[in-house]
């Protein structure tokens, strides 16, 4: 694997410079895969040593990079090395590549590919909680909480790969004052019977009827404050139809979820955390972090000079606690319940302010840990539409997507007969969502085009499925082909090398991926594969070739396929092996 080849240069150097070895290690970087020119296998960047103090920061780099060139020497597993302007490039053992790369894929191993890498030494290690998805209770699914779903389930299955323990956590809007609405609606305009039938739809349904009838209707709204008072007061009969609702709402978002491929361990929300809220407003205040501004509200003061230029409001002046407070009472109590060592919160860009706001509050209250809570914003999707007009709900998006692929797939003349082509149709739509939403920075907004989401060619969700499909297929057909032992001798040929060379990365995409939480670099990793398999997959044909050739050709294209599966099933998406 690729550190196998990072520690034999890094001892290099460390001879060479009178260093440990470990420091290099992050210095030492795979070479992207240029179109039709073989390359570097590895390089190193002087400036990187300067700027660590390894090597003096004064002087000229070039002769700083030629003389370190000069000091090392070629061997039986780095057989070329080479200075560029401020680089030295490594060439590595075309035989012994192979072979260190495809090995792990005869052993078994073929779902740890990449994942003990040493660069994962410096992640934060132990136990995750990443809270996404989130949507409000009473109401069905919307569109708009989609990118939180996919982008939470992404987080969440990196971690884990990399060895983390991983709470995945639902906090739904279960609380405030739209359940006074909702709970004073559903007596004048509910009906059990319908409630039974299509219970998400009917609440909606009363949800917008008694918004309306409150707009000039004082005692609808009277009537709605009452409830939910009786609500916060626990009220039995009240709290009994706010749990129905509830029940009823997450029974089913979890057929929505299933549907996506995403699990959760906990189901929390708004509602568990009113008392602990008044316990951080005392807190808080003896704390003497708790200030009453000019309208009487209850306030923190974030500003610099505490000067009250930038204040938190965590109370109204009737006393009751806000979205806020409850969410430093959910951040303190999950720290107990939980020991996290990091907390992942996912949502759109809008709320970035009140992230950071919690953040401070959290560590001015002394709560250090605070310092590993993250928030991972993005944009907004536009112009998501339906053949049926404007979408809400985000069972329509799904539906249509497998409708559509289901038609993509019956024009084509390379589908399969499948056992169970909706469910094929389904998976592959749900690849060509993910993927479309994944393949830029997060944080842009992007327009949704059903068109090109759905092309076979383009990179798509789609060309990962059916790449993955035909890889399964050709193992298939070579059933009796495969062995463990192969020559690695036999893969010389440059597109080989390519997808070796590719592979080499896969850590490092990993690696940058932990880091800074964006899919982009593992889709885009993920596609390019994708791109040199088509190619192989044209110039080295294993069928009618000699037995030695065609084993060692099947055990790079079962590596390949390993990797692909790995990395989609890490982005939350279920390879299918036909289509």
């Not at 890094?10 to 390359?39: C, H, M, N, W, Y």
């Not at 399969?416 to 469910?423: F, G, Q, R, S």
Request: hydrophobic share 40%; proline share 3%; aromatic share 8%.
């Amino acid at each position: 694997m690729a550190c196998f080849f990072r520690r034999k240069i890094a001892e290099k150097l460390g001879r060479a410079l009178q260093q440990s070895e470990d420091v290099f290690i992050p210095a030492l970087t795979a070479v992207p895969v240029l179109k039709k020119q073989q390359g570097a296998d590895f390089r190193l960047l002087i400036g990187t040593l300067r700027a660590s103090g390894i090597l003096p920061s004064s002087g000229d780099i070039q002769v700083q990079t030629e003389n370190l060139a000069t000091q090392l020497k070629q061997d039986n597993v780095v057989e070329h090395i080479s200075a560029a302007r401020g680089i030295i490039n490594f060439k590595v053992n075309r035989k012994l590549l192979a072979q260190k790369l495809l090995e792990p894929f005869g052993n078994g191993e073929n779902d740890k590919f990449g994942l003990n890498s040493e660069l994962f030494n410096t992640l934060t290690t132990g136990t995750t909680l990443v809270e996404y998805s989130s949507p409000n209770i009473a109401k069905k699914f919307h569109a708009g909480h989609l990118r939180s779903t996919i982008i939470g389930n992404f987080i969440a299955n990196l971690k884990q790969s990399l060895g983390n323990d991983v709470i995945r956590m639902n906090y739904l809007g279960d609380w405030g004052m739209q359940f006074g609405l909702l709970g004073a609606g559903f007596g004048q305009f509910g009906s059990p019977d319908k409630l039974k039938q299509n219970p998400l739809q009917h609440l909606f349904e009363v949800y917008v009827r008694v918004n309306k009838e409150a707009e000039n209707n004082e005692d609808m709204k009277q009537a709605a404050r009452d409830f939910f008072r009786q609500l916060e007061q626990h009220e039995s009969h009240v709290v009994s139809l706010w749990q129905q609702f509830r029940d009823i709402t997450v029974k089913e978002y979890q057929d929505i979820y299933e549907r996506l491929g995403v699990h959760f361990d906990v189901y929390s929300g708004e509602s568990f955390h009113q008392d602990q809220a008044q316990e951080v407003v005392q807190q808080l205040q003896s704390r003497g972090l708790l200030k009453t501004s000019e309208k009487g509200t209850g306030v923190v003061d974030l500003s610099p000079n505490r000067d009250m230029t930038n204040v938190c409001t965590v109370l109204r002046s009737d006393g009751t606690t806000l979205y806020i407070t409850r969410d430093v009472a959910a951040a303190i109590n999950r720290k107990e319940k939980y020991s996290f060592d990091e907390m992942i919160y996912v949502t759109d860009k809008s709320q970035e302010n009140h992230f950071s706001q919690l953040f401070q509050i959290l560590l001015a209250m002394g709560h250090s840990w605070a310092d590993g809570c993250r928030h991972v914003s993005f944009g907004l999707v536009q112009g998501m539409k339906t053949r049926a007009g404007e979408v809400v709900f985000l069972e329509d998006v799904l539906d249509e997507a497998r409708a559509r692929m289901l038609n993509n797939m019956s024009q084509s003349n390379t589908t399969k007969e499948l056992e169970n082509p909706e469910d094929t149709a389904e998976k592959v739509g749900i690849s060509a969502l993910i993927i479309q939403d994944f393949k830029g920075p997060l944080q842009s907004d992007y327009k949704f085009n059903w068109d090109r989401m759905l092309q076979a060619q383009g990179d798509t969700g789609v060309f990962l499925q059916y790449t993955h499909a035909r890889l399964c297929s050709l193992k298939q057909t070579n059933k009796g082909v495969e062995a463990v032992a192969f020559d690695p001798s036999l893969l010389s040929e440059q597109t080989c090398t390519a997808i070796l060379q590719h592979l080499l990365r896969y850590d490092e995409v990993l690696y940058q991926s932990a880091q800074d939480l964006q899919p982009k670099h593992l889709v885009n990793f993920l596609l390019k594969l994708c791109h040199l398999i088509a190619s192989a997959h044209r110039e080295l044909p294993v069928k009618g070739s000699p037995e030695a050739v065609a084993q060692a050709r099947l055990r790079l294209f079962s590596g390949a396929c390993s990797v692909l599966a790995n990395g989609m099933r890490i982005l939350g998406i279920t390879p299918v092996n036909k289509m």
